[in-house]
């Protein structure tokens, strides 16, 4: 759950680790007294297609990587105003107590759902869900009970229409405005004109608390959606085909940046890599050339990749990673622990470090299970002569234990979130 202490009352479902339907009622009821509160129930139909078809272990890894997935798509584009939890089978609850227009929720709801179809992986075949969303806004007094039972009747009725993926509580069609289709075009003059802002995550040494480096990001500040974070800039982008271009531009533009860094020879550039961009072919060329032209060391950059980004030719991409790694480039596996973790990457990538999800550090101050996990794999990483970079550090009790564990690195709102290029140059110097 975002933004929300659970008690020892509360119920927290075991597969994904998220807040049950008796948490989130409740959680309902006191957003409910105070103010104003707007849901969405998101199912996945063909959940039980893919039980039938893999056994009920490759349900529940489908089921732990969509967890994932909403857990970080609703920290990023939510923040802690909001909530997500499993509402029972393949269905998800996410509300937020943010006073967003109806236009934009529903377009959140949209971006969600790409995000969650995106191609996953079960017993090495390709499978993509579409998940169907019930959305509504909450009543003035209304329980949780009474607002999850209406998410209810609404999502049973979008089962039964054909076609339709998003439907409001009133039966209305989609919220009139710009869609999330007319983005598409939105996004290629923002390119253009520079539009999409580079911010940078701090990572810092867990030993010292001295700042290493940073993970480049990217948000775009739309006119009419206002901020719009890079999960669902993503989205947007695979909607067009544009994904490739997208993540070059942002590459691009963090090395320009990474090269004037105050203290530039100590201070480390981390940048995501798609699966589209291994795609293209020339995916190593390009870097080469974009590295060459900012002046930024190769041996300072770092590039992150997912077990997802390796699905569509895994060959390929070991090879391109080969070829950079020649040069001095660090490769990290990130998302490393969500899902059913392969692996065999840990043996055919010539891999630098491990980055652990968020989901792994979040409880490790109160589940002994979860720091027996942390410290397992740290076991791991350094049996495989690896770093381990840890993600989404909020409190200094995680922190130490990340350091009693023996982590390398951490980043975190307990110390920074994403901050602008000319914060980040402060924050290097000292300032």
């Not at 076609?163 to 939105?186: F, I, K, Q, T, Y």
């Not at 397992?376 to 840890?390: G, S, W, Y």
């Amino acid at each position: 759950m975002t933004g929300t202490v659970l008690t020892s009352g509360d119920d927290r479902d075991v597969l994904t680790g998220l807040p049950g339907l008796h948490s989130a009622a409740r959680w309902l009821d006191r957003v409910g007294e105070t103010g104003f509160v707007q849901a969405m129930l998101v199912s996945l139909q063909r959940l039980p297609a893919v039980n039938l078809a893999y056994g009920m272990a490759g349900g529940d890894r489908v089921l732990v990587e969509v967890a994932r997935r909403l857990r970080d798509f609703v920290a990023d584009e939510l923040g802690p105003q909001a909530l997500v939890a499993r509402a029972a089978g393949g269905a998800f609850l996410v509300a937020s107590r943010a006073a967003l227009s109806r236009e934009r929720w529903q377009w959140l709801a949209e971006a969600l759902g790409r995000a969650i179809a995106r191609p996953l992986v079960v017993d090495g075949e390709r499978l993509s869900l579409a998940p169907r969303t019930a959305l509504l806004r909450g009543r003035p007094g209304e329980t949780g009970a009474a607002l999850l039972d209406r998410l209810d009747q609404v999502s049973g009725d979008l089962q039964r229409r054909s076609g339709r993926r998003v439907l409001w509580a009133d039966g209305s069609h989609p919220a009139r405005g710009r869609s999330a289709a007319n983005l598409e075009g939105d996004l290629l003059g923002a390119l253009h004109r520079d539009e999409i802002a580079i911010l940078f995550q701090p990572q810092f040494h867990v030993g010292t608390g001295a700042l290493a480096g940073a993970e480049a990001l990217a948000r775009w500040e739309h006119p009419s959606f206002g901020r719009i974070c890079a999960e669902t800039l993503f989205a947007v982008a695979d909607r067009g085909d544009h994904v490739a271009q997208l993540s070059r531009h942002i590459g691009k533009r963090a090395l320009a940046m990474a090269a004037a860094w105050p203290g530039a020879d100590a201070l480390r550039l981390s940048l995501n890599v798609t699966a589209e961009d291994f795609a293209v072919g020339d995916f190593a060329a390009t870097l080469r050339a974009a590295l060459a032209a900012s002046g930024f060391a190769a041996e300072r950059l770092t590039i992150e990749i997912t077990e997802q980004t390796l699905i569509a030719d895994f060959e390929a991409c070991a090879a391109a990673l080969r070829e950079l790694a020649g040069l001095g480039i660090n490769v990290a596996l990130d998302d490393f622990g969500t899902g059913f973790s392969n692996f065999r990457a840990l043996k055919a990538l010539p891999l630098d470090a491990l980055k652990l999800d968020r989901s792994l550090v979040s409880d490790i101050e109160h589940d002994a299970r979860d720091r027996a996990i942390l410290a397992a794999m740290v076991a791991m990483a350094r049996a495989l002569d690896l770093k381990v970079i840890a993600e989404g550090v909020e409190t200094a009790g995680q922190l130490a234990i990340l350091q009693g564990e023996g982590c390398d690195l951490f980043q975190g709102f307990l110390r920074s979130g994403p901050i602008s290029a000319e914060d980040f140059a402060a924050l290097a110097a000292g300032g």
